[in-house]
């Protein structure tokens, strides 16, 4: 069956600007993370979501990030006023559940640069 | 809060050579431990985990890791690398039990094999 997907692959863009990146999780799977890898670092978390349940945004650096889920599926990460500290590989997994013991599966990411 | 250590940030062996990676973890409680394997161009996909029982566990391709509590180590390894296992690999932990989905990652080990 199909993957996590994310779009766009890379997006390139000016210093202040917003950018939006989307995130198609597995079909059924109910928990849905999004992971940012900068250069020379680890993943580090930034939000997630399960089912209706508030999302745990302990992870956002700052403000300026956020991120909506609708419908329980589609997921997208929003970034306001973009830096050039944002400039990484913004990551999505999905799980199809809440356990620590729900395996994490992961799209190919989207590479943001911010000039 | 957990942390993961991945001692080595490039490795570099002939094709045949043995491979180990060290991983080292910091957290009081119980963890469960997985390591991520992203080949180049292409998605993160897990490798193996562990969660209980048995230490020592074996993954996918041939590769596998040994659970030492005494030394919070889940060092990966395999005895003899290919070409084909170029690639950057992480470690990653999430304390164990339901709601502790939230994955703590090292900043990943790249290897490099040569023909």
């Given amino acids: ?115 | 809060a957990q942390s993961v250590s991945q001692h080595n940030h490039h490795v570099i062996l002939s094709e045949a050579a043995s491979l180990e990676l060290g991983c080292n973890y910091s957290y009081g409680g119980t963890v469960n431990l997985f390591w991520y394997v992203q080949y180049p161009g292409q998605h993160l996909q897990l490798l193996l985990k562990y969660f209980s029982g048995d230490p020592l566990v074996k993954g996918i391709k041939g590769f596998e890791a040994e659970f030492i509590k005494s030394k919070f180590s889940f060092n990966l390894r395999k005895p003899s690398v290919q070409w084909s296992d170029t690639a950057e690999y992480f470690c990653a932990v999430n304390p164990s039990g339901a709601g502790s989905y939230q994955l703590t990652f090292g900043k990943g080990t790249k290897l490099s094999v040569i023909p």
């Fill in chain 1, 1 to 115: 069956g199909a993957g996590v997907s994310q779009s766009p692959s890379n997006k390139v863009t000016e210093k202040g600007k917003d950018v939006e990146l989307r995130c198609d999780p597995i079909s059924g799977h109910t928990a849905l993370y999004w992971y940012r890898q900068s250069l020379g670092q680890g993943l580090e978390f930034l939000i997630y979501f399960q089912g209706n349940s508030a999302p745990d945004k302990s992870g956002l650096p700052s403000d300026r990030f956020s991120a909506e889920r609708t419908g329980g599926s589609v997921s997208t990460l929003t970034i306001q006023r973009t830096q050039q500290e944002d400039s990484a590989v913004y990551l999505c997994a999905s799980s199809a559940g809440t356990s620590s013991y729900n395996e994490q599966f992961f799209g190919p990411g989207t590479r943001l640069t911010v000039l």
